[in-house]
């Protein structure tokens, strides 16, 4: 697609499933997708056009998470993807980004665009008091929206309001989400009872024109061996959330020093097709904390480990692997580091969950795969029952399988290191 704007002419690629819902001028849009439907790329398109558009100057947009810090590895990153995608090797002509606090700005509108959390009562006080250099809060895209309650997002909803200095411009509250479970609140706000004032969008990867074969080979393997998770990620339904494995985590921003720290490890859970998962752990007071991650597909051995040298992935660590790549191990070992072999007996799956159970867990906020994977990591069901079996299900889990062996020296210990 070739848009017009006061910059010129620049080629923008959209999906079709999307076009309603960027141009509707509704108070709401909640578009609600599978994993890969191309949801968030979309949005992030949509507001830099639009923000680009000397029409709308005077907008500006506000982005929330339900945590501040989140935003860096997502609707940041992908914003500033957006802008340098759409305005090419001279970006910088026609928009400013700030690192610290994250921020744009379009030079040509001057329209702003700025992003809170809403986690805590100060958060969503600073966001009550939130102001402009010019212009006023029109948008506001909340992004991941099943994190936030009903209350947070009425808050932000009362934020647009009053009179607005263009009849071009209009207020609206954006939400985009996995449909992780069907007793949510919007589900019943949005989907259950008609909405004249709302636009719904639903999309899934198969909707996505521009995705690589592999994701779609993923997809199909995961229908046949998860078909929970493939109706919420694969088609996006509305699914259930009584069967998670691990619910007692935070998203953080915390100092990864490993001397902060009591004991550090790392797990690797072996991929190519699927994720290669390299996660960097650490206990401290008896608390597990997710340092940092490596989520690579089609990346062979080599590769992986220039990139874990270049993230500083520490050689002197035991690092936990999948016992059935020994010659992986051997090639991890060649190049310095201490890899090992994970012993795997007869319930030492659940035995590693279990541990995993009793342990606070603080991921750290670049860690956006993990979270992915926490968010819907969960137990099987009978085949043709509504019961859980006492097995985790299969598929999107090679973060999860990375940490629980990169916890193995600790728990055969017997106790948390301190």
């Not at 009849?167 to 909405?195: C, E, G, M």
């Not at 690579?296 to 590769?303: C, F, G, N, Y």
């Not at 480990?305 to 016992?323: H, Q």
């Not at 860690?367 to 926490?374: D, F, H, M, P, R």
Request: glycine share 6%; aromatic share 12%.
């Amino acid at each position: 697609m070739i848009m017009e704007t006061q910059t010129g002419r620049h080629s923008v690629a959209f999906n079709p499933v999307f076009r309603e819902a960027n141009r509707t001028r509704l108070r709401y849009r909640v578009l609600m997708g599978g994993a890969g439907s191309g949801k968030s790329y979309n949005l992030a398109q949509d507001y830099v056009l639009k923000l680009s558009d000397p029409r709308y100057a005077g907008a500006n947009l506000l982005v929330c998470r339900k945590v501040d810090e989140t935003h860096r590895y997502s609707t940041f990153a992908e914003l500033c993807g957006a802008v340098k995608r759409i305005f090419g090797a001279d970006w910088q002509a026609y928009w400013q980004i700030r690192q610290s606090p994250p921020q744009l700005k379009s030079l040509v509108t001057g329209n702003e665009i700025v992003f809170r959390g809403m986690a805590d009562a100060a958060a969503r006080e600073r966001v009550k008091s939130l102001s402009f250099t010019g212009g006023k809060l029109c948008w506001i895209w909340c992004e991941e929206a099943t994190e936030l309650s009903r209350e947070n997002v009425e808050i932000l909803d009362d934020r647009l309001r009053g009179a607005l200095p263009s009849p071009a411009l209009y207020y609206q509250l954006t939400l985009s989400f996995n449909p992780v479970s069907a007793n949510h609140w919007i589900k019943r706000r949005f989907f259950d009872v008609p909405q004249e004032n709302a636009l719904l969008c639903r999309s899934t990867y198969l909707d996505n024109r521009f995705i690589d074969p592999q994701f779609h080979q993923r997809m199909l393997e995961r229908k046949a061996r998860d078909p929970e998770g493939y109706r919420i990620y694969g088609q996006g339904e509305w699914g259930e959330s009584g069967g998670r494995i691990l619910t007692d985590y935070t998203v953080e921003t915390f100092d990864t020093d490993p001397a902060r720290f009591d004991a550090t490890a790392i797990g690797q859970d072996f991929g190519f097709n699927h994720a290669n998962a390299i996660l960097q752990l650490a206990m401290k007071d008896g608390e597990l904390y997710v340092l940092r991650e490596i989520y690579e597909r089609e990346k062979d051995t080599a590769e992986l480990i220039r990139i874990a040298e270049r993230r500083g992935f520490p050689k002197g660590v035991r690092m936990w692997c999948d016992s059935a790549e020994p010659d992986r191990i051997r090639t991890w070992q060649r190049a310095g580091f201490r890899a090992l072999a994970v012993k795997k007996e007869p319930g030492s799956v659940l035995a590693q969950i279990d541990w995993l159970k009793r342990r606070k867990i603080h991921v750290h906020a670049s860690c956006q795969n993990t979270l992915n994977e926490l968010e819907a990591w969960q137990w099987a069901k009978a085949p043709g029952t509504d019961e859980w079996e006492d097995a985790p299900a299969d598929g999107f889990d090679d973060a999860m399988a990375a940490m629980r062996y990169g916890i193995e020296s600790w728990r055969r210990r017997r106790e948390v290191p301190r």
